[in-house]
């Protein structure tokens, strides 16, 4: 039994490393924090100007760094977010989407000026460049 536990913890290790390693290849990290920004943007206008506070976008894109890079969201914005802190970077991005908002003039103008339109777009660009990943 102890020994299946020392593989287990073996292949963990192993899993992390590799994790680390990619986490450390700034091309890689700039596109997982222009992500997490994007999903962070467009979940954010959603939830203030829709009522929509599902983060459907950020799920998303968990799911596919998960099943594509074998990372998660969280730590992403632990490793490669200049905060070096997830929950700080949480509150940086979605205090950076209000001030947007604010500075546009609140959420009729926002979807006047096709705001959710650009996060979107940026959003999805985004997945498309994770996707390409080797």
Do not use: W
């Amino acid at each position: 039994m102890r020994i299946q536990h020392l593989r287990l913890l073996l292949i963990g290790a192993a899993v992390h490393s590799t994790t680390l390693a990619q986490m450390t290849n700034t091309a890689h990290c700039q596109l997982f924090v222009t992500a997490v920004e994007a999903a962070t943007a467009v979940d954010a206008y959603h939830a203030r100007c829709r009522g929509d506070g599902s983060g459907r976008r950020m799920d998303n894109l968990n799911k596919l760094l998960v099943s594509t890079q074998r990372i998660t969201v969280l730590t992403v914005e632990d490793e490669c977010f200049p905060e070096q802190n997830y929950r700080r970077a949480q509150q940086r991005m979605e205090q950076d989407v209000t001030i947007q908002l604010e500075q546009i003039g609140g959420c009729a103008a926002a979807k006047a000026a096709g705001m959710v339109d650009q996060f979107t777009a940026r959003y999805n660009a985004a997945l498309a460049a994770i996707r390409a990943i080797p």
